[in-house]
Nanobody
Framework: QVQLVESGGGLVQAGGSLRLSCAAS????????MGWFRQAPGKEREFVAA????????YYADSVKGRFTISRDNAKNTVYLQMDSLKPEDTAVYSC???????????????WGQGTQVTVSS
C-alpha cells in the first residue's frame, strides 16, 4: 500500500514562503490523484489543493488561490506545495493524501501522511 511522508514545514514570518514535499512509496504513485489538507488546533481538517494524475490539472481552496501552487514529480514519487505570501491564518499541520472526487466534491482517499507543522508568525 501507499505510504506518504511530508516534510518542509517550519516557522516562517508572514509574507514569507515555504515549500512542502510529500514523498510517496511505490512506483505506481502516478496513478493517484493527490491533495494537500491542513488542520489547525481546534479546527476541522480543511482541503487546500489537489492535483490530478492524468493531466496534472489542479484545484485550490478559495483561501489559498493565487498564493499556493501544487505540483507533482511522478518520476520522484513526490508532490509539492509551494506556499507564498503566507498569512498567520495558514498556520496548521499540513498533510498530503490520495484524493477522490474533484472540485467541490474533493475528499481524502485511502492513504495519507502524518503531516508537517507550518507556523506563520506575524
Amino acid at each position: 500500500q501507499v505510504q506518504l511522508v511530508e516534510s518542509g514545514g517550519g516557522l516562517v514570518q508572514a509574507g514569507g514562503s515555504l515549500r512542502l514535499s510529500c514523498a510517496a512509496s511505490g512506483r505506481t504513485f502516478s496513478t493517484y490523484n493527490m491533495g494537500w489538507f491542513r488542520q489547525a488546533p481546534g479546527k476541522e481538517r480543511e482541503f487546500v489543493a489537489a492535483i490530478g494524475y492524468v493531466t496534472s490539472s489542479t484545484y485550490y481552496a478559495d483561501s489559498v488561490k493565487g498564493r499556493f501552487t501544487i505540483s507533482r514529480d511522478n518520476a520522484k514519487n513526490t508532490v509539492y506545495l509551494q506556499m507564498d505570501s503566507l498569512k498567520p491564518e495558514d498556520t496548521a499541520v499540513y498533510s498530503c493524501a490520495t484524493t477522490t472526487g474533484w472540485g467541490i466534491r474533493i475528499a481524502r482517499g485511502n492513504y495519507w501522511g502524518q503531516g508537517t507543522q507550518v507556523t506563520v508568525s506575524s
